[in-house]
């Protein structure tokens, strides 16, 4: 069984930055895709970002893309979601999950495996 947690939401003003984990526990994550996603109430599961373990590249949607940047600490087993120049409707519970691709980067929400609890980020206007 893979474990993933998701830690670092919260509330911010509008144009600040919030750094999220994922710390994932359980099996050799080479062969993986990490992704992010979020979910706004009454709305839809929306792909964030990802990161193929293995490759290490990444791919980010319109929406986020230039305000949003994932990473991964290989040694600590961390995937990190760095966000910067947030706008309301960024809120959403934001999810880390992980997919076993054979180490091919994932978009699809159909992709991923195991999922995190979600946490929580609040955009103020």
């Known amino acids: 069984q893979v474990h993933v947690v998701e830690s670092g939401g919260g509330l911010v003003q509008a144009g600040g930055s919030l750094r999220l984990s994922c710390a994932v526990s359980?099996?050799?994550?080479?062969?993986?895709?990490m992704g992010w996603f979020r979910q706004a109430p009454g709305k839809e599961r929306e792909f964030v970002a990802a990161?193929?373990?293995?490759?290490?590249?990444?791919y980010y949607p319109h929406s986020v893309k230039g305000r949003f940047t994932i990473s991964a600490d290989n040694a600590k087993n961390t995937v990190f979601l760095q966000m910067n120049s947030l706008k309301p409707e960024d809120t959403a519970v934001y999810y880390c999950a992980a997919g076993l691709t054979g180490g091919m980067i994932a978009t699809a929400e159909y992709e991923y495996d195991y999922w995190g609890q979600g946490t929580q980020v609040t955009v103020s206007s």
């Open positions: 990161v193929s373990w293995r490759g290490g590249s990444t």
């Open positions: 359980g099996r050799t994550l080479s062969s993986y895709s």
